[in-house]
C-alpha cells in the first residue's frame, strides 16, 4: 500500500471511531446527532425551486444534511458504517495525492446545505480540518428559517410554521414579522385566532372582512400589544426555549380566565398581559 493508501485508511479508521464516540456523548447527552434528510426538508416545508446559483466555496460547517447519504454520516460527516470505506479511502487519496476533484453538488435552503453528490468528499474535507469546499449550488426558497442549528425533531414545528404563513399570508401581509410558537398545535390556535377575530370585525363593521384585512389587523391591534408587553418585561430570559408567541398564546388563555370571572370580565388585552407578566414574575408557571 503506497505512503497516501496507508494514511487514507488510517484517516477512516480514526473517523468511524471518532463519529461512534461523538455519538456516545450525544446519546448520554440527549443531544441530537444526526443530519437532517433533504426528502422530509421539502415535504414538510414546501420548498420551491432549486434555482442554479453557480460554483462557490462553502462553509462546510453549513452543510448539515443529505439528500440520500443521511444515514451513512453524523451530523459533523463522521462516518457511521463502514461499508462504504474503500470509497472514503479513494477520496482521502485523493486528497493526499493532491488530485483536483470536482466541485460537490449541493442544495442550499435557507443558511445551509445539503449534498446532493459528494457526501465522501465532504466527510474528507471535514475530517481534513477543511473550513470550505467548491461546490454547485441550487438554492431552494423556503418560507422559514433554516439553521446550522435545526435539528430533525424541529421539522415538524417548522412545517406547521410554513402552513401556518401558507394559510394567512402572513409574511406577505406584514414582511419581517417573528409569529412562531414552539407549543404543540400552537400555530392551528393562531389561525383560530384570526378567524375568530375576523368574525368579531366583521360584526363590529357590518359587512364582509377580507382574511387580508382580518389578518393585518389582528396583527397590529391584538398580536402586537401583547408582544409589546412580553418583550418590554424580559420574562422571556426566564424562558430560554420559548417565543413571544408562546407567551402571546399563554396571555390570550389568561385573558379567557380573567373574563370568566364577573369581577374581572371587562379586563382588557394588555391589561391582562401584563398581569399574566406579572404572575409569571412572582413564580407561577403556565
Given at each position: 500500500?503506497?505512503?497516501?493508501?496507508?494514511?487514507?485508511?488510517?484517516?477512516?479508521?480514526?473517523?468511524?471511531?471518532?463519529?461512534?464516540?461523538?455519538?456516545?456523548?450525544?446519546?448520554?447527552?440527549?443531544?441530537p446527532?444526526?443530519?437532517?434528510p433533504?426528502?422530509?426538508?421539502?415535504?414538510?416545508?414546501?420548498?420551491?425551486?432549486?434555482?442554479?446559483?453557480?460554483?462557490?466555496?462553502?462553509?462546510?460547517?453549513?452543510?448539515?444534511?443529505?439528500?440520500?447519504?443521511?444515514?451513512?454520516?453524523?451530523?459533523?460527516?463522521?462516518?457511521?458504517?463502514?461499508?462504504?470505506?474503500?470509497?472514503?479511502?479513494?477520496?482521502?487519496?485523493?486528497?493526499y495525492?493532491?488530485?483536483?476533484?470536482?466541485?460537490?453538488?449541493?442544495?442550499?435552503?435557507?443558511?445551509?446545505?445539503?449534498?446532493?453528490?459528494?457526501?465522501?468528499?465532504?466527510?474528507?474535507?471535514?475530517?481534513?480540518?477543511?473550513?470550505?469546499?467548491?461546490?454547485?449550488?441550487?438554492?431552494?426558497?423556503?418560507?422559514?428559517?433554516?439553521?446550522?442549528?435545526?435539528?430533525?425533531e424541529?421539522?415538524?414545528?417548522?412545517?406547521?410554521?410554513?402552513?401556518?404563513?401558507?394559510?394567512?399570508?402572513?409574511?406577505?401581509?406584514?414582511?419581517?414579522?417573528?409569529?412562531?410558537?414552539?407549543?404543540?398545535?400552537?400555530?392551528?390556535?393562531?389561525?383560530?385566532?384570526?378567524?375568530?377575530?375576523?368574525?368579531?370585525?366583521?360584526?363590529?363593521?357590518?359587512?364582509?372582512?377580507?382574511?387580508?384585512?382580518?389578518v393585518?389587523?389582528?396583527?397590529?391591534?391584538?398580536?402586537?400589544?401583547?408582544?409589546?408587553?412580553?418583550?418590554?418585561?424580559?420574562?422571556?430570559?426566564?424562558?430560554?426555549?420559548?417565543?413571544?408567541?408562546?407567551?402571546?398564546?399563554?396571555?390570550?388563555?389568561?385573558?379567557?380566565?380573567?373574563?370568566?370571572?364577573?369581577?374581572?370580565?371587562?379586563?382588557?388585552?394588555?391589561?391582562?398581559?401584563?398581569?399574566?407578566?406579572?404572575?409569571?414574575?412572582?413564580?407561577?408557571?403556565?
Amino acid at each position: 500500500m503506497t505512503d497516501s493508501g496507508s494514511k487514507a485508511a488510517s484517516d477512516f479508521d480514526s473517523a468511524l471511531l471518532r463519529g461512534l464516540f461523538e455519538r456516545l456523548v450525544a446519546a448520554l447527552s440527549g443531544q441530537p446527532h444526526r443530519l437532517l434528510p433533504y426528502d422530509e426538508v421539502r415535504e414538510r416545508l414546501h420548498l420551491g425551486g432549486p434555482v442554479y446559483r453557480g460554483v462557490e466555496a462553502v462553509p462546510l460547517a453549513r452543510i448539515i444534511g443529505s439528500v440520500d447519504r443521511y444515514r451513512d454520516f453524523d451530523r459533523h460527516f463522521l462516518p457511521t458504517q463502514s461499508r462504504t470505506a474503500d470509497r472514503w479511502r479513494r477520496v482521502s487519496r485523493a486528497w493526499y495525492d493532491d488530485v483536483s476533484l470536482p466541485p460537490v453538488l449541493l442544495y442550499k435552503v435557507g443558511e445551509v446545505y445539503f449534498v446532493v453528490d459528494g457526501n465522501h468528499r465532504v466527510s474528507v474535507a471535514r475530517a481534513q480540518g477543511q473550513a470550505y469546499i467548491d461546490a454547485e449550488v441550487r438554492e431552494c426558497t423556503a418560507r422559514v428559517p433554516v439553521t446550522a442549528d435545526t435539528q430533525p425533531e424541529d421539522l415538524e414545528r417548522l412545517g406547521e410554521r410554513v402552513e401556518f404563513l401558507e394559510r394567512t399570508q402572513l409574511d406577505r401581509v406584514r414582511p419581517g414579522n417573528h409569529v412562531e410558537t414552539t407549543l404543540l398545535g400552537g400555530h392551528d390556535r393562531l389561525i383560530e385566532h384570526i378567524a375568530v377575530h375576523r368574525y368579531f370585525m366583521g360584526i363590529d363593521q357590518g359587512r364582509e372582512v377580507s382574511e387580508e384585512e382580518a389578518v393585518g389587523h389582528w396583527y397590529d391591534q391584538v398580536y402586537l400589544p401583547v408582544a409589546e408587553v412580553v418583550e418590554k418585561s424580559g420574562i422571556l430570559l426566564d424562558f430560554p426555549t420559548r417565543k413571544v408567541s408562546d407567551v402571546y398564546l399563554w396571555v390570550m388563555d389568561h385573558l379567557h380566565y380573567l373574563r370568566s370571572d364577573e369581577a374581572t370580565a371587562h379586563v382588557g388585552l394588555t391589561d391582562a398581559a401584563d398581569d399574566f407578566v406579572e404572575r409569571l414574575e412572582e413564580g407561577d408557571r403556565p
